[in-house]
């Protein structure tokens, strides 16, 4: 079974492209490098032996799909491609809406004319805005998102979930990530953000690495344990088995159903921190300051759904999750001349 993965080579993407070759399907990546890098395939290819073809294409561009699409026969899309950094999103909205759904758009429209009906969506926890309680479960109201990341995230949800009640023959798998981390285990693939980071395991693994002077924690006075904001970090890795299973299920079941992916536990910056700190030996250098805008408290996602409809669950620990990403930011990540 030959599956497209747009923005195959970013973080997520390329973690998932590995997975998928290991339990045997095709993998063909559409990315335009926008801000990952060409070689992510070879690393691919060391760590599979099997290195995907790569289309250089923005995923916007029908012509350009549709030649693809001509080329290779697709059966399943998993689509990553998008802007994913929240501030640049609300500093630039239209950019954001206009790439976020173009690609979305496009691509539906060529699989439809090709006759490919399995989509699963990088789709995001920050659908749900600030919940009311947690655990999260999937029927917590969505929508009340605090940026134009967000909402092209939830409207890509209602464009896929409108589509399949219209196409019974349409499979969709909206994937809800939360706080995804680490790195693979061989130290050849992993997140490479550009310019300053914004999230935390890259501004920790920064601070280590002595990239940034020190790691800012934004806020000791939110109402948790420690003061800390608390998320539910998940090992890429088992994130890119998620997507697996919800291909897997995507393959016998119709419709458009959303899942969480997360580990189901929350920890706080703090925690993270001194987790790293114990597993690697390596000192965070770090100082307190305000909140950053548009943060919430608390957030950790309910998992029953994810193991009942997709018979998958997250296996690592926040202790792998800290030394797979300390090894990526040693052996290649920003800094270094892999
Ligand atoms: C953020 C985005 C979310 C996006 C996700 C992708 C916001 C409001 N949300 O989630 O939409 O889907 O990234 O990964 O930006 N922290 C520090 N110091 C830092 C960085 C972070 O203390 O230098 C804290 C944050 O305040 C938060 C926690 O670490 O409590 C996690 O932050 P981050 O990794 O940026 O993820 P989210 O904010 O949860």
Same mark, same amino acid.
């Given at each position: 079974?030959? #599956? ?33 890098? @060409?070689?992510? #395939? ?17 995923? &916007? ?23 994913? +950094? ?7 909205? !239209? ?5 976020? !759904? /173009?690609?979305?758009?496009?691509? %539906? *429209?060529?699989? *439809? ?36 990341? $967000? ?11 409108? &589509? ?9 798998? !909206? ?36 990239? !940034? ?6 806020? +000791? ?11 539910d970090?998940i ?10 299973? +919800? ?11 959303? #899942?969480?992916?997360g580990a189901g536990r $929350? ?7 001194? @987790? ?5 030996? #390596? ?9 950053? &805008?548009? /943060?919430? @408290?608390?957030?950790? @996602?309910?998992?029953?759904? &994810? %193991?009942?409809? %997709?018979?998958?669950?997250a296996?690592?620990? %926040? *202790? ?12 290649? $990540?920003?800094?270094? /001349?892999?």
């Amino acid at each position: 079974m030959s #599956v497209l993965l747009t923005g195959g080579t970013g973080f997520v993407g390329s973690h998932t492209a590995v997975e998928l070759i290991n339990a045997g399907y095709d993998v063909v990546i559409a990315d335009n490098l926008s801000n990952s890098s @060409a070689d992510v #395939v070879d690393r691919i290819g060391r760590i599979t032996g099997v290195v995907p073809p790569l289309y250089v294409i923005d995923v &916007a561009d029908k012509t350009a799909l549709n030649k693809l699409f001509d080329e290779r026969s697709i059966d399943a899309v998993i689509h990553f491609a998008g802007y994913k +950094a929240v501030g640049e999103s609300v500093a630039r909205p !239209l950019m954001y809406y206009r790439n976020n !759904l /173009d690609t979305a758009l496009s691509l %539906l *429209e060529t699989m *439809e004319e090709h006759g490919t009906r399995i989509f699963v969506f990088s789709s995001s926890a920050t659908v749900y805005g600030d919940p009311e309680t947690v655990p999260i479960d999937e029927s917590s109201p969505a929508g009340s998102c605090s940026n134009p990341y $967000g909402r092209t995230k939830y409207f890509v949800e209602k464009i896929l979930s409108d &589509a399949a009640a219209a196409d019974p023959d349409l499979s969709v798998v !909206l994937l809800r990530y939360f706080n995804p981390i680490g790195a693979h285990e061989s130290g050849l693939i992993g997140e490479l953000p550009s310019g300053i980071p914004n999230n935390l395991m890259a501004c920790i693994t920064q601070a280590a690495a002595g990239i !940034l002077e020190q790691l800012s924690i934004y806020g +000791a006075d939110y109402p948790t344990p420690d003061g800390t904001g608390v998320r539910d970090y998940i090992h890429v890795s088992d994130l890119a088995a998620g997507h697996v299973a +919800a291909l897997r299920y995507a393959q016998d079941h119709k419709g458009c159903e959303a #899942v969480n992916l997360g580990a189901g536990r $929350g920890f706080s910056v703090l925690e993270v921190v001194r @987790a790293f700190e114990e597993t690697t030996g #390596v000192h965070v250098p770090r100082r307190f300051a305000p909140r950053r &805008a548009g /943060d919430i @408290a608390m957030c950790y @996602a309910g998992t029953e759904k &994810a %193991l009942k409809v %997709l018979g998958w669950r997250a296996e690592k620990s %926040l *202790e792998d999750m800290c030394r797979d990403a300390w090894r990526w930011q040693r052996n290649c $990540g920003p800094g270094t /001349d892999p």
